[in-house]
């Protein structure tokens, strides 16, 4: 991960437009979830997908390396059983979970195709993994393309210099999972998104609503990539990377 960068420093999921993304990614997963289910959850910041994951009814473990976003995730009171403060990449379980959410991550970690060979081994034998990736070719990067604020649709956007975020090509994300052992288990689209954040958020939630449903019918547009994998039963792949520390901070104060 983009080692030593504070993102609390400069993004609140609580007021960004971003928690848009948090709401709608969580209605695509929880669909998925039993009661009773196991799920891992990656960065899961201040806890607005947490929330949701254990309104389906699942038991959830979640991590995040901003001990920051933890104290507000506490403070909700929420009944998660476990709270891990580190990084991502090289964390290391001995739980093997029927989810594991990983949204919004991928395109901030250093080595995206070691941690999916890592979460291969993290997932039961029927379980899934949910990423997101941003798509190049949403609607409101083509826009900018045409009015030339952009040169062309892979160039970074200040968001993603400010993020530290890099672009994963969709067929890259596939052929890096696949190398993984993972085979992609269902695939699709959240956000029919015109414009910048700035703008989007001058919109009433409505609006917000009704273009993730446009996104359904014109996945190829949308903001980002909605992915589910799978383990793939024809490939082995083993655990591998450096044993991090990692601190459970489940009944840390405040």
């Not at 941690?115 to 997932?123: A, D, G, N, P, S």
């Not at 980002?224 to 901070?249: C, E, K, M, P, W």
């Amino acid at each position: 991960m983009n080692s030593g960068f504070d993102y609390a420093g400069v993004y609140d999921p609580e007021t960004d437009f971003d928690r848009w993304y948090a709401i709608l990614v969580a209605r695509r997963v929880t669909p998925w979830i039993r009661p009773g289910d196991q799920v891992l959850e990656y960065g899961c910041a201040t806890g607005l997908m947490t929330e949701r994951l254990l309104n389906a009814g699942a038991i959830v473990d979640c991590l995040d390396r901003s001990s920051q976003y933890l104290d507000t995730l506490k403070s909700k009171g929420l009944s998660v059983r476990r709270i891990v403060l580190g990084d991502a990449e090289g964390y290391e379980t001995d739980r093997c979970y029927d989810h594991v959410v990983a949204t919004a991550l991928l395109a901030n970690l250093e080595e995206p195709a070691e941690f999916l060979k890592r979460i291969r081994t993290q997932l039961a034998p029927h379980g899934k993994l949910h990423v997101t990736v941003a798509n190049p070719q949403s609607l409101h990067r083509l826009l900018a393309v045409e009015m030339g604020l952009i040169r062309n649709v892979s160039e970074p956007s200040e968001r993603d210099k400010l993020l530290r975020a890099r672009t994963i090509d969709l067929d890259a994300l596939l052929t890096m999972a696949e190398t993984a052992g993972l085979a992609c288990h269902h695939q699709g689209g959240v956000l029919l998104k015109p414009f910048p954040n700035a703008m989007m958020t001058q919109f009433p939630d409505s609006m917000i609503e009704g273009l993730d449903r446009l996104a359904t019918l014109f996945p190829e547009f949308a903001s980002v990539h909605y992915l589910i994998f799978a383990n793939s039963a024809s490939t082995q792949v083993s655990s591998s990377g450096t044993r991090r520390r990692f601190r459970d901070v489940s009944t840390a104060s405040s």
